[in-house]
């Protein structure tokens, strides 16, 4: 905790902690970030859809085109049915994913209080895996129903039982862990650069964290849609 | 790397929160309009065919009755070249009768007048003998009677004849 602290304070980032409290709970910097996000989102795809004709034109093309390359991308892993079902939590995760590793390539993110990256704090990536875990065990539950499900940990022989129910926790941690550190590893690199030359040098991280972000968010929701697969897989 | 709890709770309540927002606002009108254009597009298609069936069958109906009209009208043509034949033939038969029918008349009417033109001759024959046979005699027979004597030679030298 003291080495993290002085590791924020030699890299000019804030020292993490809460803006303010709602309630019993404290609101980051990570959280308002978040927010800003989801705002934002929201309002592009509000105004992109807001008045849809039947011959698209400007945002509400790249809307349409955004959404059916989503379900073309779907289809193939999950079947058109599932991924008419599933592509809203899916296709969430990617943008809010892509667009919070994105605002880490704000001017002054990471240092002005309320801006940093979201996906760059674990406590977030592990909301998000805590999301994709539940979600896992209720359609497994919604599927297969409560014994088919528990038969599944025995399969395919009762030897496996432990590492099958090790393999469902080490999901949600590896999913977790795999985007808070591919983040947090680019905010600190792009911060140390910055310590060392603030002009030039942490653009060349940054345009690097343009690739990591999208292929972050494109790996966490891959991986998400694969188990929900998974989970939702009918077996005959 | 530690782990707070309200951070957690919000990153999920978060979520959620977008997710239901971008079904409202995003994924419902998109779907909704993708598969509303889809549908549209299918019964555009549906109905273009529909019209190119009705259009087919309007053809072939319109062909069908032109090539009606055609042999009504062969057959109108026909029917009217058998009989102008008919009047041809009938026109020239009438024609060929009346001519036949005027030859036989003047063919009469000759014989008619040579009958005629015979009896003037002979009883212009007669007159001339009764003038001839009282120059002869010196003098005049009773005119009537040598009349009849003369019509009555005459006709027999006619019938004789």
Known sequence: ?236 | MDISPSTVIFAIINFCILVVGLKIFLYKPVCNMLDSRKEEVANNLNSAEEAKLEAQKLRDEYAAQLQNARSEAQDIINQAAKIGEQTKADIVNEAREEAARLTAKAQDEIAREKTEALNEIRNEIADLAVLAASKVVGKTIDVADHQNMVNNFVKEVGEAK
């Open chain 1, 1 to 236: 905790m003291f080495l993290t602290n002085i590791a924020y304070a030699s890299s000019g980032h804030e020292a993490a902690g809460p803006l303010f409290h709602i309630g019993p709970l404290e609101v980051t910097s990570e959280i308002t970030t978040m927010w800003g996000v989801m705002i934002l989102i929201l309002v592009v795809s509000y105004l992109g859809t807001r008045n849809m004709k039947r011959i698209p034109s400007g945002v509400q093309n790249v809307v349409e085109m955004g959404i059916e390359m989503y379900e073309n991308f779907w289809t193939d892993i999950l079947g058109r049915k599932r991924a008419r079902q599933l592509m809203p939590i899916l296709a969430s995760f990617f943008i809010l994913i892509l667009c919070s590793n994105y605002s880490g390539l704000l001017p002054l993110a990471g240092t002005l209080p309320g801006l940093k990256p979201p996906t760059s704090n674990v406590s977030t990536t592990a909301g998000l895996a805590i999301i994709v875990f539940v979600l896992c065990i209720y359609y497994n539950i919604k599927t297969k129903g409560i014994g088919g499900y528990l038969k599944h940990f025995l399969e395919p022989i009762p030897i496996l039982l432990p590492i099958n129910i090790l393999e469902q926790f080490t999901r949600p941690l590896s999913l977790a862990l795999r985007l808070y550190g591919s983040i947090y590893g680019e905010e600190m690199v792009v911060a140390s650069l910055a310590a060392l030359c603030p002009l030039v040098l942490p653009l060349t991280m940054q345009v690097l964290g343009i690739l990591f972000g999208a292929i972050q968010a494109f790996v966490f929701t891959l991986l998400a849609s694969i188990y929900l697969e998974e989970a939702t897989a009918v077996h005959h």
